[in-house]
Structure formats: C-alpha cells, structure tokens
C-alpha cells in the first residue's frame, strides 16, 4: 500500500487552520508534514519536509499566497498547490492562477468535504475547479484589454513586465513615485486585475503577445 501524500498547510489564523487540520487528519488520506502561517517561512520549511501538497491561505500577514505558491513550484514542479480564497473569484482570476501551476482554487466558502474532494483530486495529478466556475473555463482564454491602456499606462506596464520597482519606474521616466503607484492602480482596473502579483504574472505570460 502506497504511503498517503505529504501535506504542508500555510494558513494565517491558528484557530481555523488547526480545525482544518484536525478534520482532514481524521480521514486518514494524509501524512501532514508541516504548517506555518506565513509565507516567507513556508518557503524555508518545504524543501526539508517533502512536501507533494500545499494548502496555502491567498491572503497572508507577509506575502500573498500567489507569490509564495509560484515561488514553490519553482523549487519542486511536483508539487500539488490549492490555493485557498476568502470567496469566489472572477474567471479570468481563475485562469490566471491555473496559468500559474495551481492545481486547485477553492473557496474558504465552501464545506471541509469539498476541501477534502479537491485536495484527493490533485494529489491525483488532476485539477479540481468548483462546478459553479468550471463551466466558462471551457471557453477559449480571451485577450485582456491591453489597447485599452493609454500608451503611458503602457509604457508603466512594460517596466513592471521587467520586474522594475515603483521607484525605479519613477526615476527613468521622470515621474514621482505617487504618480507610477497611480498609474499601476489604473494598469490594474482596466485589465480586471486585483493584486500586484496577478498583474506581473499577466504581463510575464503575455510578453511575447504584447510585445513587451
């Protein structure tokens, strides 16, 4: 009988995160080999652990967990990511962190049931999309607005492509800092977009398309 697969769960707030533990443990499916509440130390812990899943929160105290969920499947692509959401996403959100090697997005709405379904699923190697958003994922990936940036909010976004920090951008186009962080709001609002993170990814992925 093979041995059950390695959980390492980074949630914020000890008491839901011990709750979440104590529930799947009771299954049996799973050989939990570290927790953490924060992202950097998350980074530290994996490596050493063995880890083949990862549950981690979307927003924590240091990192989001986005950005620590990348940076994981950069140190193992083996590993399994469900990303956990406080409520439901938009679908090119979605897209966006399934783009990104997460294997699962589930929402801190849904039942502990649900939670285990996922996480039996892409400790499977499958993708686990709640029914209600799965759907449109189907549909062919649309173009995000690019055309509809002004050429200074594009201008601001090749920079950002480049992973330039908001000083630097001030710097070489000769704006203050307020006015780059004005500019990456609107860079965020008119391309649907909601972190810093998800923008950087959309602009990684898409470099070659916009010619970044």
């Known amino acids: ?82 990303l956990l959401v406080d409520q439901y996403i938009p679908e090119r959100r979605l897209r966006l962190y399934l783009q990104a090697g997460i294997r699962s997005v589930i929402s801190k709405t849904q039942s502990l049931q649900a939670l285990q379904r996922a996480l039996l699923c892409i400790s499977q190697g499958q993708l686990y999309v709640d029914p209600a958003v799965c759907a449109p994922l189907r549909d062919a990936v649309q173009t995000l607005p690019w055309q509809s940036l002004s050429q200074r909010e594009q201008q601001v976004a090749r920079f950002l492509a480049q992973r330039l920090e908001a000083k630097q951008i001030a710097e070489r186009m000769g704006l203050s800092y307020k006015t780059v962080h004005s500019y990456k709001d609107r860079i965020l609002q008119k391309l649907g977009l909601e972190r810093p993170s998800e923008l950087l990814l959309i602009l990684q992925r898409q470099k070659q398309e916009w010619d970044l």
């Open 1 to 82: 009988m093979s041995s059950p697969p390695r959980l390492f769960v980074t949630i914020a707030a000890p008491l839901y995160r011990e709750a979440l533990l104590q529930y799947l443990l009771q299954q049996d499916d799973w050989d939990l080999c570290g927790e953490c509440s924060q992202g950097l130390p998350t980074l530290d812990a994996l490596p050493g652990c063995q880890a083949s899943l990862l549950l981690i929160e979307e927003s924590l105290p240091d990192q989001d967990g986005l950005s620590i969920a990348e940076e994981a499947l950069l140190q193992d692509p083996r590993l399994s990511v469900l």
